[in-house]
T-cell receptor, first 112, second 115 residues
Framework: ELKVEQNPLFLSMQEGKNYTIYCNYSTTSDRLYWYRQDPGKSLESLFVLLSNGAVKQEGRLMASLDTKARLSTLHITAAVHDLSATYFCAVDPRDTGNQFYFGTGTSLTVIP | DAGITQSPRHKVTETGTPVTLRCHQTENHRYMYWYRQDPGHGLRLIHYSYGVKDTDKGEVSDGYSVSRSKTEDFLLTLESATSSQTSVYFC??????????????FGPGTRLTVL
């Protein structure tokens, strides 16, 4: 059974601090996607990582992919309140674009 | 924003009733997906489509069927709704320019309650 595990599941952090969310998956894949979801809203695409060693950055968020370790990280730098949301990673295990498997999500709360 | 709409946005129905949810896209993307989102489970794929009349099962397909007769429309049907199908349902699309590495773009969601 394919597993995509995120940790932590819940994260409360102070503004200005740094933290990392981890996404581990149990299958071989070169494709890893990160999404953001605000409460009661839909999912928004953040990053697409398509090869080992891929790194993408947007503002205070940086995502990386290590396919050998089957691990992706989402690093938050100097958190601000607007980053409060739930973050999901998703894996495309067959590299076909047909089936994504999502992690259970990390609920991030940034406290002023 | 990718042009994806879902209808209805909210629905309350009774156990045993058939229900159809509609996903409509204006982006001409090849792939379309139906997910359900439940607390503690993240998003789970129900069915997906890789072209008109081409569909396949996802992780949690039991009790659901789909149809895609046009590129722009993907229908999800619950033949006989059960309380365990109470959930938020999201449609997604991908495949800009035929790319199978494309990310997925999500619709606004449908909140379904089965009493």
């Amino acid at each position: 059974e394919l597993k995509v595990e995120q940790n932590p599941l819940f994260l409360s952090m102070q503004e200005g601090k740094n933290y990392t969310i981890y996404c581990n998956y149990s299958t071989t894949s070169d494709r890893l996607y990160w999404y953001r979801q605000d409460p009661g809203k839909s999912l928004e695409s953040l990053f697409v990582l398509l090869s080992n060693g891929a790194v993408k950055q947007e503002g205070r968020l940086m995502a990386s992919l290590d396919t050998k370790a089957r691990l992706s990280t989402l690093h938050i730098t100097a958190a601000v309140h607007d980053l409060s949301a739930t973050y999901f990673c998703a894996v495309d295990p067959r590299d076909t674009g047909n089936q994504f498997y999502f992690g259970t999500g990390t609920s991030l709360t940034v406290i002023p | 924003d990718a042009g994806i709409t879902q209808s209805p946005r909210h629905k309350v129905t009774e156990t045993g009733t058939p229900v159809t949810l509609r996903c409509h896209q204006t982006e001409n993307h090849r792939y379309m997906y139906w997910y359900r989102q439940d607390p503690g489970h993240g998003l789970r794929l129900i069915h997906y489509s890789y072209g008109v009349k081409d569909t396949d099962k996802g992780e949690v397909s039991d009790g659901y069927s789909v149809s895609r007769s046009k590129t722009e429309d993907f229908l999800l049907t619950l033949e006989s709704a059960t309380s365990s199908q109470t959930s938020v349902y999201f449609c997604a699309i991908s495949g800009r320019g035929g790319l199978h590495t494309d990310t997925q773009y999500f619709g606004p969601g449908t909140r379904l309650t089965v009493l």
